[in-house]
């Protein structure tokens, strides 16, 4: 019995448990599940409340949540850093990130409303569009680590990053569907533009903060600010904005995520990232044509 046990080599559990297709079984089961149930069931509270003091800090506390619970998980369950979500690159890859998630929405929006196909008037509630903020940085967290930190990262592990990319986007495309005013062309521009671009950018800097950032002020921009739906949800802001004209010009009734000028101008940076990724070696080639398995944030 003893020989037997001998016999197998001491990390070949430990080898099951870090292969791609395993890690990412138990990270969804043990980090997106309960962080996602997290974010609807708070949420859902807070929002009940209708008390904007309630639902600004509820948003917050549900972000850091999904930060720890994730570090926590890599850490403790995974025994690996968790590179990606590191605090000492959140400030600066964090700002980065938000700058250019705003400079993408702002310039889309600019174009739109030169075609004529975007209403812009003075709207809002600031109170609203504050919670319209932190409920962005929440939404951003949580997808961001599903989508990015969990579900691209593993399927790269696994198939290569050309592979998790197609698969993250039709993913993050098709999870729209849900949404209020969905439709078949605007998860499919969803998937082209926010699902290849934020792939993209986490694929050339290995980091959540940036793609945490990207999400957020792209949201905040189009909600809190222009006061657009967000991926058919109508979301409060500081201005009043309505699509108009043609729904692949405009958008329609899905928003202006569903244009064709946001699918176009999201795809261009898309590829300036994935040419940043190539340029610096971060392309990685499936499991089974690595001799051995590598470091993937």
Same mark, same amino acid.
């Given at each position: ?44 509270? %807070?929002?009940?409340?209708?008390? /904007?003091?309630?639902? #600004?800090?509820? +948003?917050? $506390? =549900? *972000?850091?949540? !999904?930060? @720890? ?104 495309? %098709?999870?729209?569907?849900?949404? /209020?005013?969905?439709? #078949?062309?605007? +998860?499919? $521009? =969803? *998937?082209?533009? !926010?699902? @290849? ?101």
């Amino acid at each position: 019995m003893n020989a037997t046990v001998d016999s197998v080599p001491p990390t070949m559990f430990r080898r099951v448990l870090d292969f791609p297709l395993t890690c990412l079984v138990l990270e969804i089961a043990l980090v997106a599940v309960p962080l996602l149930f997290a974010r609807d069931l708070g949420w859902t509270l %807070a929002v009940r409340t209708h008390d /904007a003091l309630v639902q #600004i800090p509820a +948003a917050i $506390a =549900i *972000a850091v949540l !999904g930060c @720890v619970w994730y570090a926590g998980y890599a850490r403790i369950v995974a025994r690996r850093r968790a590179k990606d979500i590191e605090t000492a690159a959140a400030p600066r890859s964090m700002a980065a990130g938000t700058a250019l998630g705003c400079a993408l929405q702002g310039t889309i929006a600019l174009l739109l409303f030169a075609a004529g196909a975007l209403q812009v008037s003075v709207g809002g509630a600031v109170l609203a569009a504050l919670v319209a903020v932190a409920s962005a940085l929440m939404s951003s967290v949580i997808e961001e680590i599903v989508l990015r930190g969990i579900v691209f990262r593993n399927l790269e592990a696994l198939l290569g990053s050309w592979a998790a990319l197609a698969l993250s986007a039709a993913l993050f495309g %098709a999870l729209h569907l849900g949404n /209020a005013h969905a439709t #078949i062309a605007g +998860a499919l $521009a =969803i *998937a082209l533009s !926010g699902g @290849v671009l934020l792939a993209a950018i986490y694929m050339a800097t290995r980091s959540l903060w940036w793609v945490i950032g990207v999400h957020w002020g792209w949201n905040l921009t189009e909600g809190a600010v222009l006061g657009v739906r967000v991926s058919g949800i109508d979301t409060p802001g500081l201005l009043h904005s309505v699509p108009i004209g043609p729904a692949w010009l405009s958008g329609g009734e899905f928003g202006i995520e569903a244009s064709v000028v946001t699918t176009l101008v999201c795809l261009i940076v898309a590829f300036w990232f994935v040419l940043r990724a190539r340029r610096e070696g971060r392309v990685v080639g499936p499991w089974w044509q690595r001799a051995t398995h590598p470091a993937i944030a």
